[in-house]
């Protein structure tokens, strides 16, 4: 199965790629499927959006009625200027109206018409959206579902029921130079070439669009993180949705600033940097900013501190090194999102920070010159350590455990690396096994702690 750079790597806004991004995707797709229904729109007069499961309980924190309401505008994710969102929100709800391109005005309004829907979750995924075209008289003109299975993908249901998890722009996997759809594929082919990770990635991305772009689209995708952290670690104030928790990562960065200079830091005090790194695009993202999903938002820290450590800690570093760690994580982020799942909602922080811990460890690795069994070695020694991690966010908001973890993720990828940099590549655990066991302790994990804020510390923290 082949899944793009750029589909693992795609550029939005804060706060969730499930929650924020998805379903500004859905509406998107919504409205291509009505442009196609002619006389089915000619009697339509108003439109609702029912959020289901964990869009339903989390909604609200991950801003996920406003992601609906910015779709119904016709912005996109990966163009809005989150500075105009509150200003297109407040026109929406004087208007009460839509009218997207092409075609006709729908009556809107955006606190009565997305609907949260707190039973049961639909049948085929925790993130299921139900558009709803009504007539003058209230009569149903057109129902359609579209699921969020995370990352920013989005599916309907023939989709996701005949192809779990596969996006409907993904080809036929035999078309392209190496088909692997799980790692134990990945390395027979590398040692068949031989090729590194890298190497198989670009040469399938290049049987989409040229070389040169490419190599600029990984050099963008770059650009977006660093420049994500960059602003970050320079904001500073209390983070929206009411917890008021405060940013840090500005105090933090200039705290190890100040102790670089006097020439006694501690040897752990890189740890300090890859957390800092983190945290700042976590915070950016709670702060609904511009976010690389890496391959979620709310796990979008943890590929980009990896990097900044690999460029300003790590001698000889340098732009291929950049592309290789990106093909390589693209990589495995899609065998982890073939194979299983790099959604909270389905299994928990598992498929979110751990796969970009596994994915991180393994475009280190390959950054650093390992091999391709070093380098699978490397991302099963960081999902291994994540399995059963639950998603268990205070008052639904992307914000306590999500900032934090994301630091501890990419500390522990630094660490996976270095680990199977150490050894020859062999190991016990295979990371297909890995991968299937977070498949199943995901499906055998509990609802409130995948992303309902039903569970864990959302339950046992008292707001106050």
């Known amino acids: 199965m082949f899944i793009s750079v750029f589909d693992i790597f795609k550029i939005g806004i804060g706060p969730s790629s499930s929650h924020t991004v998805g379903p500004m995707v859905a509406v998107s797709r919504y409205f291509d499927r009505l442009r196609e229904l002619p006389d089915l729109v000619g009697r339509a007069h108003k439109i609702t959006v029912t959020l289901h499961g964990s869009l339903a309980f989390t909604g609200k924190g991950h801003a996920t009625d406003q992601a609906v309401c910015l779709g119904l505008l016709g912005a996109t994710p990966d163009t809005l200027d989150p ?3 509150d200003g297109l929100i407040n026109d929406l709800k004087a208007s009460k109206a839509i009218t997207p391109d092409g075609l006709p005005t729908f009556a809107f309004d955006p606190d009565a018409d997305v609907i949260f829907d707190y039973g049961p979750p639909l049948s085929l995924h925790a993130n299921g959206m139900t558009f709803k075209v009504l007539g003058e008289t209230g009569e149903l003109v057109d129902e359609f579902v579209y699921y969020s299975i995370g990352g920013g993908f ?38 068949a070439t031989p090729c590194s990770i890298a190497d198989m990635k ?27 952290i960059n602003r970050g670690i320079r904001q500073q ?43 700042a695009v976590n915070e ?18 943890v590929i980009p501190a990896v990097m900044r450590y690999y460029l300003d800690h790590c001698p000889d570093s340098n732009k291929d090194g950049i592309r290789t760690f990106l093909l390589t994580a693209a990589a495995i982020g899609g065998i982890i999102k073939s194979n299983a799942s790099i959604s909270g909602a389905e299994v928990g922080c598992q498929g979110e920070v751990g796969s970009a811990s596994a994915m991180a460890a393994a475009g280190l690795c390959a950054a650093l010159g ?46 996976a690396a270095s680990l199977a940099l150490r050894g020859d590549g062999n190991h016990f655990v295979p990371l297909d096994g890995c991968i299937e066991t977070m498949r199943q302790t995901g499906m055998d994990m509990m609802d409130q702690y995948k992303e309902t804020s039903q569970g864990g510390l959302a339950v046992n923290i008292v707001e106050c």
């Open 237 to 279: 104030g209390i983070l929206p949705g009411g917890l008021k928790v405060k940013r840090r990562a500005a105090d933090i960065y200039q705290k190890l600033i100040r102790e670089g200079r006097t020439n006694r830091p501690f040897e752990h005090t890189v740890v300090d940097w890859l957390g800092v790194y983190a945290m």
């Open 154 to 191: 989005v599916v309907t249901e023939a989709e996701l029921r005949n192809t779990r998890n596969e996006d409907e722009n993904i080809e036929d996997p035999g078309e392209f130079p190496f088909p692997f759809k799980n790692a134990k594929q990945m390395l027979e082919m590398g040692q």
């Open 284 to 301: 950016e993202n709670a702060a609904g900013g511009r976010v690389v999903t890496a391959p979620t938002n709310g796990a979008a820290g």
């Open 370 to 415: 390992g091999t391709n069994e070093q380098i699978e070695n490397a991302a099963e020694i960081a999902l291994e350590h994540h399995l059963g991690m639950t998603c268990d966010p205070i008052a639904g908001l992307v914000q306590v455990p999500c900032i934090e973890r994301n630091a501890l993720g990419a500390v522990k990828a630094v660490t």
């Open 202 to 228: 670009f040469k399938n991305e290049c049987h989409v669009q040229d070389e040169s772009k490419v190599r600029d689209g990984l050099d963008g995708i770059w650009s977006a993180m660093d420049a994500c």
């Open 83 to 85: 500075d105009a969102v």
